[in-house]
C-alpha cells in the first residue's frame, strides 16, 4: 500500500504544484490587490462549497438491479464520480487499490486542490513548497485515513469536517483582502 501512496502523492505534488505555479504566473500579470481579490474568491468559493456540499447531496439512493446471475453490474466510473465518492476508485471491488486505480483518484483528489493552489501561487507561496506541503498532507491522509474515518465516524464528526474547514477556507480568503 505504501508504493500506492507515494505515487498518488506524486500525482498531487504535480498538479498542486502546477496550478501554484500558474497562480504565481498570472500574479506577474494583475496587480497585487487584483491577485488578492482573486485568491479571496476562489478560497470563499471552496469553502462554501465545502460547507454547502452535505447539503446539496440529499439522500442518494443505491440503484439495485435485477440480475439473474446475481453477479454485480459494473458501471463506468469517472473522475467526477471518484470525486464526489472516493471508494469508488477501487472500480473492481478488490477492496484494494492497483496503480490504474490510483491514478484516477489521484487525479480526482488533486483536482481539488486546484483552487487553493492557484490561491497560493497568486499570494507567492512557492510552487514547489506549495506541491511538495500539498503530497505530504495527502500521503499522511491516506496513510492515516483509516483511523482518522473510524474517529469522525465513532464520533459523529464526519458531518461537520467538511462545515469545518470551509470556514477556515473562508477566513483564509477574507484575510486576504484586509
Known amino acids: 500500500m505504501l508504493p500506492i501512496n507515494i505515487y498518488i ?10 496550478a501554484a505555479y500558474s497562480g504565481d504566473t498570472v500574479s506577474n500579470f494583475l496587480s497585487q490587490k487584483a491577485t488578492s481579490i482573486i485568491a479571496m474568491i476562489l478560497l470563499c468559493a471552496i469553502g462554501l462549497w465545502m460547507i454547502s456540499e452535505p447539503y ?16 454485480a ?19 473492481d471491488k478488490s477492496g484494494h487499490i492497483d496503480f490504474k486505480e490510483a491514478t484516477f483518484l ?10 487553493g493552489g ?7 507561496i512557492n510552487a514547489v513548497a506549495m506541491g511538495f506541503l500539498s503530497a505530504l498532507v495527502n500521503f499522511i491522509g491516506l496513510w492515516a ?5 473510524e474517529f469522525f465516524m465513532r464520533y459523529n464528526l464526519h458531518k461537520k469536517a467538511g462545515f469545518l474547514g470551509g470556514i477556515v477556507l473562508i477566513g483564509i480568503g477574507i484575510e486576504q483582502i484586509i
Do not use: H, R, W
Open 9 to 18: 502523492s506524486v500525482i498531487t505534488f504535480i498538479i498542486s504544484g502546477g
Open 56 to 71: 446539496m447531496k440529499g439522500s442518494k439512493k443505491e440503484k439495485t438491479g435485477d440480475n439473474p446471475a446475481g453477479a
Open 73 to 91: 453490474q459494473a458501471e463506468p466510473v469517472g473522475i467526477i464520480d471518484i470525486m464526489t465518492e472516493p471508494e469508488k476508485a477501487d472500480m
Open 106 to 115: 489521484g487525479i480526482a483528489l488533486s483536482i481539488n486542490n486546484i483552487g
Open 118 to 124: 492557484l490561491s497560493a501561487g497568486m499570494i507567492g
Open 145 to 149: 485515513g483509516n483511523y482518522i474515518a
